[in-house]
């Protein structure tokens, strides 16, 4: 009888921790990427990258691409020309190789320099996704 008694304990005890450290092992995941609502964080000036200009009635915003994109989000106004102007120094990794699917582009950045890609007026609320090939850097340009 006392052995079955401490294999019932020990079991309990067993579940007991393995709970514990899926609960803990959540609650790292969710504090370390930002929270569940990460998605829905308001942006503010502050928070937004200094990348957005005008020249010849025409917006222009610039993106580095190497080891992926910086700024990874920007803020634009719709209903405005744009152009992004991707800027390149040694780059030799698969961010060279851009796609904006929603505007059908897809091409190779030159391994130093300075590309533009023409972005029709885009509405109010439209977010642009671009990547690359691989899909392992992306960013984005949400149009207000």
Excluded: H, W
């Amino acid at each position: 009888m006392k052995s079955t008694n401490v294999k019932n304990a020990n079991l309990k005890n067993t579940i007991y921790i393995i709970v514990c450290a899926i609960l803990l092992g959540g609650i790292f995941i969710i504090t370390q990427s930002g929270g569940i609502a990460k998605e829905t964080q308001t942006l503010t000036p502050a928070s937004l990258a200094n990348n957005v200009s005008v020249t010849n009635g025409k917006q222009v915003i610039e993106i580095k691409a190497k080891g992926g994109y910086s700024p990874s989000l920007s803020m634009a106004k719709a209903d405005t020309p744009t152009i992004i102007k991707m800027k390149t120094q040694g780059t030799f990794d698969c961010s060279s190789s851009l796609v904006i699917p929603s505007i059908g582009y897809r091409g190779n950045l030159a391994t130093s320099g300075e590309t533009e890609i023409e972005v029709p007026p885009q509405k109010a609320g439209t977010t642009l996704q671009a990547l690359c090939s691989m899909g392992m850097y992306n960013f984005q340009i949400k149009f207000i």
